[in-house]
């Protein structure tokens, strides 16, 4: 597929339950995390460029029906570009680095689905944000970006 994409993986949920504690030691199944118990409060959306949030945060993010958008080994410009690419329409989205993904590139997930590109991909952000953005199991949308 284009820019080295994968085709949709799309899993069974692995739970919904929420802990107290943003230290609780959740083990998922999915590398990086598309369901599954999480923290009870949700990452705020928004682009981060340093900062990584806890995956108890993020998997809160996707039941809310949030796009995450995680990238390990990015050159300078492809950073660049992905970051560009999600401020055309940011809405929902959080994009942000984080060095435990399995391979190097940038992994596009919903709720119990995933896309992992070699490299940023207008096109999968814009299947992802199509077909998934707002549709997670708990849609919530009074929620304003913090960032």
């Not at 590139?105 to 999968?124: D, F, L, N, R």
């Amino acid at each position: 597929l284009a820019d080295g994409c994968t085709k949709l993986v799309s899993k069974k949920s692995e739970g919904r339950s929420h802990t107290t504690s943003l230290d609780e030691k959740v083990d998922y199944k999915n590398n990086p995390p598309i369901s599954g118990n999480h923290y009870q409060i949700p990452g705020d959306w928004g682009l981060y460029a340093t900062q990584s949030l806890k995956d108890v945060q993020t998997t809160h993010s996707l039941e809310h029906g949030h796009i995450i958008i995680t990238h390990k080994g990015l050159t300078q410009e492809q950073s660049d570009d992905l970051y560009d690419q999600a401020r055309v329409n940011p809405f929902h989205l959080l994009v942000m680095p984080r060095k435990q993904n399995p391979k190097t590139g940038v992994y596009y997930t919903a709720w119990t689905k995933m896309i992992h590109c070699k490299q940023p991909s207008k096109a999968a952000l814009q299947y992802m944000i199509d077909n998934w953005r707002d549709q997670g199991p708990e849609l919530f949308m009074e929620d304003q970006q913090k960032k």
